[in-house]
């Protein structure tokens, strides 16, 4: 039976079909639909990971122990995952081993645009990477088979546009794998200096093999056409090159690492003219000069953003593509935190107060933009707690009096306690506010080990985070809501002032889980003397029309911050009479 499927549930039922026992991730876009697809499929054991280094850790377990495994993860999350995945490259497994990560050119969700496919080139792990939902599953079911045969973990590259869209899979049913044997190898497993000289020699080895296997394998395939114009591509830059030059031969690429030498020789010799179609890094062009292909690549294209059909057509052939232009151009719509955000309060009050801010990735990221405009750096998940101890060593205690952290709960728990560690044990003064919002937001309200719950929605055991903030060594820990913002707003002062490292928990539940009720809408009454501080809480709902500040009230949930800023009581709940409804 055919479905339509997201590339990221087809990559699911894939490991589904191949009969996957374990698979640990840690949620990050484009990636996290991976395994909450994998959740709804009883017979495989999900879970969500602290983070991704986590993850891979317990895949590769589980690999050891005979079972076939997979982690999944977004392009900066295979960063954090790096010390387990080089190393596993040399132990190499037990049961199949797979590894989905999911690039984002263009950077939607992201910090960077990195291209994962260096790191497998670097890690000397092969990748496969599919170019549509069917062969997402696909080539997860092929990457357990070249696992096991080859005894090497294995990456599958994805990217936004293939993880987030739709074609049909043929859905076949799930051939159960028996555990293998579980044999005690320290020569092969334990990755002491002396038995890594040696699996690097089987790790090189085991690169020539799969490279004679690349050049005859089903996963690069040559499409004949034209004898004049050849184009060499793969995932979605192919799905683009195919409408972009639809006479021309393909050498369609599906193992990225390693690339075939001979099977390019021979359909270069087959063309007049070779192009090479691939976003961000000129991986496969590189290859092609090394070898002595001669190509046109990024001479013409950009090393930058996602491509699309009109951009292949402007650069190679000057022309600009048929579109069908809107006379109406659309509203602008920035990202900003959503009406009713408990982040809103916590920043209102480090803005107003003229704070450093040093940011984490999460849903508060958004802090840094206007009108809050509360956050002054942010370089990596965890980063901020190190970052803002490091102001603190640098510049001295006057200036630490003036820097914050700020870290989400999810954050915090994946990679913001050994900062907060270092901070204690080097005694740092610093103030870090955990922003505890009780769910990892960003990616789509995923539970973590504060929430109580697993993948699966089944109770467990709950870090309290005040209790291990305590146990680090941090004496000074002070929960607040930060809606609350005359109360925040003292704790704030109080505990950047203060000796000694501190904690500041800011707690209130994500606007958008279920249970969260507000009052309902408000609006702007005759007292209103247009002073506009409401607006400077950078709240969606809250605008100007003909210089007049209004509610939309579609939009307001009744969070009741406005009403705390307002200093003319000019906010009020609307009332059935004010909606023109008899009482």
């Not at 549509?132 to 079911?141: I, M």
């Amino acid at each position: 039976m055919k479905k339509l499927m997201l590339g990221n549930a087809a990559i699911a039922r894939g490991a589904y079909e191949a009969g996957v026992t374990v698979v640990s991730s840690y949620p990050g876009t484009p990636s996290t639909e991976i395994t909450q697809e994998i959740a709804k499929y009883d017979e495989i054991y999900s879970e969500w990971a602290p983070n991704e280094k986590v993850a891979l850790e317990v895949a590769i377990g589980a690999s050891f122990a005979g079972a076939r495994s997979m982690s999944c993860m977004k392009h900066v999350g295979l960063n954090v995952a790096a010390d387990p995945l080089y190393s596993v490259s040399y132990t190499g497994v037990g049961g199949g081993l797979v590894v989905c990560v999911a690039d984002d050119p263009g950077i939607h969700s992201s910090q960077n645009e990195q291209d994962s496919r260096l790191v497998a080139i670097s890690a000397k792990v092969p990748m496969l990477e599919p170019a549509d939902s069917e062969e997402c599953k696909q080539y997860v079911k092929q990457a357990f088979l070249l696992s096991e045969k080859y005894d090497t973990p294995i990456l599958v590259r994805l990217s936004t546009r293939i993880s987030h869209s739709q074609s049909l899979v043929e859905q076949g049913e799930r051939v159960e794998k028996p555990l293998g044997d579980y044999e005690k190898n320290i020569a092969k497993n334990v990755m002491m200096p002396t038995m890594a000289v040696k699996r690097h020699i089987f790790v090189e080895k085991r690169l020539g093999d799969m490279k004679r296997f690349a050049e005859e394998c089903e996963l690069n395939t040559i499409e004949h056409k034209s004898e004049k114009v050849g184009v060499i591509s793969a995932g979605i830059a192919y799905q683009y090159a195919k409408e972009a030059f639809p006479e021309a031969s393909f050498l369609k690429l599906g193992m990225l690492n390693p690339l075939p030498t001979d099977l390019i020789k021979d359909f270069a010799k087959s063309v007049d003219t070779l192009y090479v179609i691939e976003e961000l890094e000129p991986v496969i062009e590189n290859h092609c000069k090394v070898i002595g292909v001669d190509v046109i690549g990024k001479q013409i294209l950009p090393k930058t953003g996602e491509y699309n059909v009109g951009m292949i057509k402007k650069a190679v052939f000057g022309i600009n593509a048929d579109t069908h232009n809107i006379d109406e151009e659309a509203p602008g719509r920035p990202p900003v935190m959503c009406v009713g955000c408990p982040h809103r309060g916590t920043f209102y009050v480090l803005n107003k107060l003229g704070l450093t801010v040093s940011g984490d990735i999460g849903c508060y990221t958004l802090g840094a933009l206007p009108p809050l405009s509360a956050m002054d750096m942010c370089v990596c998940m965890g980063a901020s707690i190190g970052m803002a101890h490091g102001i603190e060593k640098a510049r001295g205690d006057d200036f630490r009096k003036k820097t914050v952290a700020v870290i989400g709960d999810s954050t915090f728990l994946h990679s913001g306690i050994t900062g907060l560690i270092d901070m204690v044990y080097n005694k740092g003064n610093s103030t870090v506010i955990i922003l505890d919002n009780s769910i990892t937001a960003m990616t789509g309200h995923q539970d973590n080990p504060a929430t109580g719950y697993t993948i699966k929605g089944e109770p467990t055991k709950t870090v309290d985070l005040e209790k291990l903030c305590k146990a680090i060594g941090i004496e000074n820990i002070v929960a607040a809501d930060p809606f609350d913002l005359s109360g925040f707003e003292k704790v704030v002062k109080e505990q950047t002032a203060a000796d000694g490292p501190s904690v500041i928990i800011a707690k209130r539940p994500c606007a958008l889980l279920k249970g969260v009720v507000f009052s309902g809408a408000l609006e702007i009454t005759d007292n209103c003397k247009n002073c506009k501080m409401c607006l400077r809480l950078g709240c969606p709902a809250i605008s100007t029309v003909d210089g007049r500040v209004v509610i939309d009230s579609s939009q307001c949930v009744g969070c009741n911050l406005c009403v705390k800023v307002c200093k003319f009581n000019a906010i009020e709940p609307i009332t059935p009479l004010t909606k023109g409804m008899k009482l």
